[in-house]
C-alpha cells in the first residue's frame, strides 16, 4: 500500500502557538495534498504540493515536501482554537491515476 | 451550491439486511468514489469510478457493490452486510483535470 504516515498521532498546543504535522510515503508521488476533518465531518482539502515544489503556502499553511526522503510536513501557523481538528495527507501517484491514499491522520487540539 | 450529498447520514441495520446509501453531487465531476473510515486505520477506498459505466476496486471492495449509471449519482450497495462493516463512509467526488476531492457529509453504518 502506498498509504502515508502522520506523525505525530495526536498534537496538543496552546492557542497562538504553531502546530507542525508530517507525512511519510513509500513510493514516488504525483502530488500531496493535505485535507481537514472536523471531527466525525467529511474532509475538505486545504493545500496540494506537486512532485516537483519543495515549498507551498497559504494562508497561514505552509507545507514543505521533500521527495528524497519521501516525507511532507504541514505547520499551520497562530493556531487558533477552531484549527482543532483531524489533518490527512494524501498522496496520488502513478500515470493516469486519479486515486488518493490517505494516511491515518494526526489530531490537532488547539487550547484556547 | 456545489456540493455531494449522502443519505441516509446515520443507519442502524441487522445483519444480512440489503442497504443502499446513495451519493449525488452536482459538479458535473466525472471522478466519485467510495471510502471507509476507522478508527486507528484512517481512509480507505472501497471503490471509484472514472466515468458512467466504469467502476474499479479500491483497496477494500469484499462485500461491496456500486453502479455508475448517471454522472451525478453513485450508490455504495451492502448486498448481506455484517457487523465488520460497521464503519463511517464517505463519498468524494473530483474532476478528472482537478486534484481537489470534494466529500459528503458522511453515512455512520451499524450493523448489528
Known amino acids: 500500500s502506498q498509504q502515508g504516515e502522520e506523525d505525530p498521532q495526536a498534537l496538543s498546543i496552546q492557542e497562538g502557538e504553531n502546530a507542525t504535522m508530517n507525512c511519510s510515503y513509500k513510493?514516488?508521488?504525483?502530488?500531496l495534498q493535505w485535507y481537514r476533518q472536523n471531527s466525525g465531518r467529511g474532509l475538505v482539502h486545504l493545500i496540494l504540493?506537486?512532485?516537483?515544489?519543495r515549498e507551498k503556502h497559504s494562508g497561514r499553511l505552509r507545507v514543505t515536501l521533500d521527495t528524497s526522503k519521501k516525507s511532507s510536513s504541514l505547520l499551520i501557523t497562530a493556531s487558533r482554537a477552531a484549527d482543532t481538528a483531524s489533518y490527512f495527507c494524501?498522496?496520488?501517484?502513478?500515470?493516469?491515476?486519479?486515486?488518493?491514499?490517505f494516511g491515518k491522520g494526526t489530531k490537532l487540539s488547539v487550547i484556547p | 451550491e456545489a456540493q455531494v450529498t449522502q443519505n441516509p447520514r446515520y443507519l442502524i441495520t441487522v445483519t444480512g439486511k440489503k442497504l443502499t446509501v446513495t451519493c449525488s453531487q452536482n459538479?458535473?465531476?466525472?471522478?466519485m468514489s467510495w471510502y471507509r473510515q476507522d478508527p486507528g486505520l484512517g481512509l480507505r477506498q472501497i471503490y471509484y469510478?472514472?466515468?458512467?459505466?466504469?467502476?474499479d476496486k479500491g483497496d477494500v471492495p469484499e462485500g461491496y457493490k456500486v453502479s455508475r449509471k448517471e454522472k451525478r449519482n453513485f450508490p455504495l450497495i451492502l448486498e448481506s452486510p455484517s457487523p465488520n462493516q460497521t464503519s463511517l463512509y464517505f463519498c468524494?467526488?473530483?474532476?478528472?483535470?482537478?486534484?481537489?476531492?470534494?466529500f459528503g457529509p458522511g453515512t455512520r453504518l451499524t450493523v448489528t
Open positions: 459538479m458535473n465531476h466525472e471522478y
Open positions: 469510478s472514472m466515468n458512467v459505466e466504469v467502476t
Open positions: 504540493i506537486r512532485s516537483n515544489e
Open positions: 468524494a467526488s473530483k474532476a478528472l483535470g482537478g486534484y481537489e476531492q470534494y
Open positions: 513510493t514516488s508521488i504525483n502530488n
Open positions: 494524501a498522496t496520488e501517484y502513478g500515470a493516469g491515476s486519479y486515486q488518493l491514499t
